[in-house]
């Protein structure tokens, strides 16, 4: 199984860096940010200094979007970082929910993210290109052997059957066992329906994981908190799925959407933080379920019985207050042992 670690992209952009640079030498082979222009530095900058203080780390946007960037010009920008690095970038894309809402817009349509895929894949891989009114381009630069991966973040039954279909990868943005088989299922029936080699498609699911000390419930409750702000980040999108198919839809399992019942709304300026005031609805059982708390007994269960559903990469979430120690922790005591 790889490892990755999610950041986002606060300033100094030389602390986000320095801890890819400590996850690389703790045995995480990826290293992945938000993307999303107000709230946080412009990641692909960062991503330039990433990959040269480091030497295989692959870097990519979790997630990026077909709509805050000119396609051309995103997959301009992966192919010159690969240009100049080796083939060490992946692009993760979805459909944009704080990059668009914070500037006023709605996530894109799933034909959009199906159109922009397409681009971005070809064209960081040298390939020509349609964007539309018969503008066929290609970029004359890029040498013989560039490849660029598009991973689709998705949960929905109608994004998880495009991402087996179209995607190179599959972005899960929760580590539930249940909700896992469910979705790597369907996007590998769907991959399989569209003559696809399933196994194809790599799966990635991300989350916050803080490793304690001991299973005390004074530890458990402080981790719970560190973590209960991605319950709110995933309920947004949940929201959404809600909003499409109704409360009680065949199409989507009552295990991810029950929760955001008691959902009141949404203020990004503390998106993916803990201490997120308005993730207070998301209950201890949600965090269990999503997140990888406890000691690193726990960690290494939930990581094995994540391998046996078909999970290529676990991508940590350190949005807490003790991003060096679980880095650490998983370098000396957890992916060892995963990877035995």
């Given at each position: 199984m790889d490892f990755g670690l999610v950041l986002q992209t606060d300033p100094p952009a030389s602390r986000v860096v320095e801890l890819m640079r400590r996850a690389e030498h703790n045995g995480f082979t990826y290293g992945w940010t938000f993307d999303s222009a107000v709230l946080w530095q412009e990641p692909f900058v960062i991503y330039s200094q990433i990959l040269a203080r480091t030497e295989h780390l692959k870097v990519g946007p979790m997630v990026t979007n077909p709509g805050t960037r000119t396609w051309e010009v995103t997959a301009s920008t992966f192919a010159t970082l690969n240009d100049m690095f080796g083939n060490r970038t992946v692009c993760g894309i979805g459909r944009g929910d704080s990059?668009?809402?914070?500037?006023?817009?709605?996530?894109?349509?799933?034909?959009?993210?199906?159109?922009?895929?397409?681009?971005?894949?070809?064209?960081?891989?040298?390939?020509?290109?349609?964007l539309g009114g018969g503008a066929v381009v290609k970029f004359p630069?890029?040498?013989?052997?560039?490849?660029?991966?598009?991973?689709?973040?998705?949960?929905?039954?109608?994004?998880?059957?495009?991402?087996?279909?179209?995607?190179?990868?599959?972005?899960?943005?929760?580590?539930?066992?249940?909700?896992?088989?469910?979705?790597?299922?369907a996007v590998r029936d769907a991959a399989a329906r569209a003559g696809r080699d399933p196994a194809e498609v790599t799966v990635c699911v991300a989350a916050p994981a803080y490793v304690t000390a001991d299973d005390s419930p004074e530890a458990l409750a402080h981790a719970r908190e560190q973590c209960r702000w991605f319950g709110g980040m995933v309920g947004n999108h949940v929201a959404d799925l809600v909003a499409r198919y109704g409360e009680h839809s065949a199409a989507v399992p009552e295990e991810l959407t029950e929760y955001v019942r008691a959902r009141q709304g949404y203020d990004y300026a503390h998106h993916g933080r803990s201490g997120n005031p308005d993730t207070r609805f998301v209950p201890d059982e949600i965090v269990d379920r999503f997140c990888l708390i406890g000691p690193v007994e726990a960690h290494i269960e939930k990581l094995t019985a994540l391998?046996?559903?078909?999970?290529?990469?676990?991508?940590?979430?350190?949005?807490?207050?003790?991003?060096e120690a679980v880095i650490d922790a998983y370098g000396r005591k957890v992916i060892p042992v995963v990877n035995s």
């Amino acid at each position: 199984m790889d490892f990755g670690l999610v950041l986002q992209t606060d300033p100094p952009a030389s602390r986000v860096v320095e801890l890819m640079r400590r996850a690389e030498h703790n045995g995480f082979t990826y290293g992945w940010t938000f993307d999303s222009a107000v709230l946080w530095q412009e990641p692909f900058v960062i991503y330039s200094q990433i990959l040269a203080r480091t030497e295989h780390l692959k870097v990519g946007p979790m997630v990026t979007n077909p709509g805050t960037r000119t396609w051309e010009v995103t997959a301009s920008t992966f192919a010159t970082l690969n240009d100049m690095f080796g083939n060490r970038t992946v692009c993760g894309i979805g459909r944009g929910d704080s990059a668009m809402r914070v500037a006023g817009r709605k996530p894109n349509t799933l034909a959009r993210i199906s159109e922009a895929m397409k681009v971005v894949r070809a064209l960081g891989r040298g390939e020509e290109a349609d964007l539309g009114g018969g503008a066929v381009v290609k970029f004359p630069w890029v040498r013989p052997g560039a490849e660029l991966p598009v991973w689709m973040a998705a949960y929905g039954p109608k994004a998880l059957r495009m991402t087996g279909e179209e995607a190179d990868g599959f972005i899960l943005q929760l580590a539930d066992l249940y909700l896992t088989e469910y979705m790597v299922k369907a996007v590998r029936d769907a991959a399989a329906r569209a003559g696809r080699d399933p196994a194809e498609v790599t799966v990635c699911v991300a989350a916050p994981a803080y490793v304690t000390a001991d299973d005390s419930p004074e530890a458990l409750a402080h981790a719970r908190e560190q973590c209960r702000w991605f319950g709110g980040m995933v309920g947004n999108h949940v929201a959404d799925l809600v909003a499409r198919y109704g409360e009680h839809s065949a199409a989507v399992p009552e295990e991810l959407t029950e929760y955001v019942r008691a959902r009141q709304g949404y203020d990004y300026a503390h998106h993916g933080r803990s201490g997120n005031p308005d993730t207070r609805f998301v209950p201890d059982e949600i965090v269990d379920r999503f997140c990888l708390i406890g000691p690193v007994e726990a960690h290494i269960e939930k990581l094995t019985a994540l391998r046996e559903l078909g999970v290529d990469q676990f991508a940590v979430y350190a949005m807490h207050d003790a991003r060096e120690a679980v880095i650490d922790a998983y370098g000396r005591k957890v992916i060892p042992v995963v990877n035995s």
